[in-house]
């Protein structure tokens, strides 16, 4: 072998291992997205006196909230993400440029479920709102709503900042008629 091949040999090396490590340097805007966001515990109780809990992305700014989970391809079933508001208000959301379904849980100021959309349709422009004035929306995998029984009435809390402050009696869904 020349000198020149083994140049040109250890060059295509060279190249193939940069391509090889390319996907593992490659960050989707989505990804990076949420990587810029804070995370907390969030726990969900439900009258069944079962606990749920789950690592949540923060989005309690208007970017933040705009972004949402926009682009993201996946979600391990232990993630959410709440969009926290400062004052209660009737929330609309909507699932355009969300590539998976989602359960969405609208929660009061006392921690409450106050309405549930569950498995969302990805892509779509229709409005979803709360129904009633929230402070949080959770948003989970879709599916999980009813894997883990969560109903209207269950309760949210998030614990490394003591919210919500008191334990008011969250209402039980009505029965179905």
Known sequence: MTRAHARTGLAL?????????APAQVRTDAAAGLDALPRERIVLETHASRSHEFRAWRADTPEARAQGLMRVTELRDDDAMIFIYDSPQIVSMWMKNTYIPLDMLFVDAAGCIVSIAERTRPLSLASIESGRPVVLVVELKGGLVA???????????????AWPGSKAHCAERPPAR
Do not use: C, I, K
């Open 13 to 21: 090396l060279a190249g193939l291992a940069s391509l090889a490590a």
């Open 147 to 161: 894997a883990r029984g969560l109903r209207v009435g269950d309760r949210v809390s998030r614990p490394e900042v």
